[in-house]
């Protein structure tokens, strides 16, 4: 049982009990972790309501992760209330693009569009571990979000795949700065699941069918596999662990042809059975 009782751990990116972060919090609860919690303004009514179900959740402070002034708030708040206070662990769950970089070719996406996205959803990593840095223990661990379209083409990803693929190489470089001092990063890329965020990628439905039907597991991924990952991520279980990116997907990110290309399925089931 990895036990986290007596530790802090900061969490970003909580929009709804749908995010892959609330899955994460609620993991992360049950193994006795204290949360303090980033959040949107936007969000802020609904993040007062999933915190009465979560007693672990000690501090809840609004963030702007696009500007140093935004996240220099969050940390003046953190140690305002939580002064003898470090944390142990980072959850970096955060991307946004404007919804017309999924509705027009990549080819025809604004300068702002652009960089907007790749601030929120890559750059952010950078700037959250460097003004976390003061308020973490030595050889924390910090993990973020990130999906198989950093490398392959996914249909109607588009920009954030630019960017989740700046987001992976936030990691490694990460995790060799911060290395030296015990410090670890490490990502996790996750299969595709219905999320506040998911319902603006054109497609999503379509995307969740076609990887059922041929991931390995012949399955999609759940919110708690995840956060089972990230767990294992942030506790001592993977003290040797860093830089490195950890496909939970049901197996998907393995496959080359799909098997759907088959007019008969391949089944254990109906394969010959040999002495």
Same mark, same amino acid.
């Given at each position: ?40 303004? $936007? ?43 470090? /944390? ?11 919804r017309e970089t999924f509705d027009r070719s990549s080819l025809f996406a604004t300068q702002e569009a652009i960089d907007l996205t790749l601030t929120i959803s890559a750059h952010s990593l ?5 003004? &976390? ?24 990803? $588009? ?12 990691? $490694? ?5 911060? #290395? /030296? ?21 054109? #497609? =999503? ?12 597991? $012949?399955?999609?991924?759940?919110? @708690? @596999?995840?956060? #089972?990952? &990230? ?22 990110? =393995? ?21």
């Amino acid at each position: 049982m990895i036990d986290f009782k007596d530790q802090t751990i900061l969490v970003f990116g909580v929009a709804s009990e749908d995010s892959i972060a609330w899955g994460i919090c609620q993991t992360l609860a049950k193994a006795g972790a204290k949360l303090i919690l980033g959040y949107q303004p $936007r969000y802020r009514s609904r993040l007062l309501q999933l915190q009465k179900s979560l007693p672990a959740i000690e501090g809840l402070y609004p963030i702007d992760v696009a500007t140093e002034e935004g996240v220099q708030n969050f940390f003046r708040e953190f140690s305002l209330h939580h002064s003898h206070c470090k /944390a142990h662990a980072l959850v970096h769950s955060i991307a946004f693009s404007p919804r017309e970089t999924f509705d027009r070719s990549s080819l025809f996406a604004t300068q702002e569009a652009i960089d907007l996205t790749l601030t929120i959803s890559a750059h952010s990593l950078q700037r959250l571990l460097r003004l &976390a840095l003061p308020h973490l223990v030595p050889g924390s661990s910090t993990v973020t979000l990130t999906y198989l379209a950093a490398q392959r083409w996914v249909p109607a990803y $588009r920009v954030m795949a630019i960017a989740k693929a700046a987001l992976e190489c936030w990691v $490694r470089e990460l995790a060799c700065e911060l #290395g /030296a001092d015990g410090h670890r990063v490490n990502a996790i890329s996750s299969g595709p699941m219905k999320t506040l965020a998911s319902t603006g990628i054109p #497609g =999503i439905e379509k995307i969740l069918a076609h990887v059922e039907r041929n991931a390995p597991l $012949r399955r999609n991924i759940t919110q @708690e @596999e995840v956060a #089972g990952a &990230a767990l294992w991520l942030l506790s001592d279980l993977a003290s040797g662990v860093t830089g490195q990116i950890i496909y939970v997907d049901a197996g998907y990110s =393995i496959i080359a042809v799909p098997g759907a290309i088959r007019e008969e399925p391949c089944h254990l089931s109906r394969l010959p059975l040999w002495e």
